[in-house]
T-cell receptor, first 113, second 116 residues
Framework: GNSVTQMEGPVTLSEEAFLTINCTYT??????LFWYVQYPGEGLQLLLK?????DKGSNKGFEATYRKETTSFHLEKGSVQVSDSAVYFC????????????FGPGTRLSVLP | GAVVSQHPSRVICKSGTSVKIECRSL??????MFWYRQFPKQSLMLMAT?????????EQGVEKDKFLINHASLTLSTLTVTSAHPEDSSFYIC????????????FGSGTRLTVV
């Protein structure tokens, strides 16, 4: 079956620190990969995505590269800000129309000033 | 872009009462909607898939008589939590497919349900 594994949080960093949140997946075929962010009390927002191997998704300084050989989609940011404090979910979409997302457990990030 | 409007954002209800959550697609037709549930500090778990004009498909372990899903039109899907109990307190989020393909998904803003 399909599954997503993320590094456990919470992750606490100082402002301007480098961020990495690991994500690995198990899937049949060629899924699309996503990172979603959830700010306190809000719903999910798409942060970035990649639809095929070696694609790099990027947005707001965050990046993640679809690595098929290691089945990974690690999220990185070179310099985090306090406003990046949120829960980050790695997710996959199987390569079939009409399928639901499979989410990782989420990683809570706290950035201190 | 495509927007799904979810209401209410927060609701507090008494045990034994029913609560209806609406998800409405504002500028597109949502043939399929997914309903997720998120327990505190946990990930989103798929509850059910609803297709316009047909019965919803529930995931294993989800009580279909407790969580009633109606998808009567291409722009509206509702989730009704019947005879709510404190253990039903959770964050519920809907998601809709926009067009075709893996890029065409959008999420509602979520509903925090508290049953007292």
């Amino acid at each position: 079956g399909n599954s997503v594994t993320q590094m456990e949080g919470p992750v606490t960093l100082s402002e301007e620190a480098f961020l990495t949140i690991n994500c690995t997946y198990t899937a049949t075929g060629y899924p699309s990969l996503f990172w979603y962010v959830q700010y306190p009390g809000e719903g999910l927002q798409l942060l970035l995505k990649a639809t095929k191997a070696d694609d790099k998704g990027s947005n707001k300084g965050f990046e993640a590269t679809y690595r098929k050989e290691t089945t990974s989609f690690h999220l990185e940011k070179g310099s985090v800000q306090v406003s990046d404090s949120a829960v980050y979910f790695c997710a996959l979409m199987p390569n079939n129309y009409g399928q639901n997302f499979v989410f990782g457990p989420g990683t809570r990030l706290s950035v201190l000033p | 872009g495509a927007v799904v409007s979810q209401h209410p954002s927060r609701v507090i209800c008494k045990s034994g009462t029913s609560v209806k959550i609406e998800c409405r697609s504002l500028d597109f037709q949502a043939t399929t909607m997914f309903w997720y549930r998120q327990f505190p500090k946990q990930s989103l778990m798929l509850m059910a898939t609803s297709n316009e004009g047909s019965k919803a498909t529930y995931e294993q372990g989800v009580e279909k008589d407790k969580f009633l899903i109606n998808h009567a039109s291409l722009t509206l899907s509702t989730l009704t939590v019947t005879s709510a109990h404190p253990e039903d307190s959770s964050f519920y989020i809907c998601s809709a497919i926009v067009g075709r393909g893996e890029e065409g998904y959008t999420f509602g803003s979520g509903t925090r349900l508290t049953v007292v």
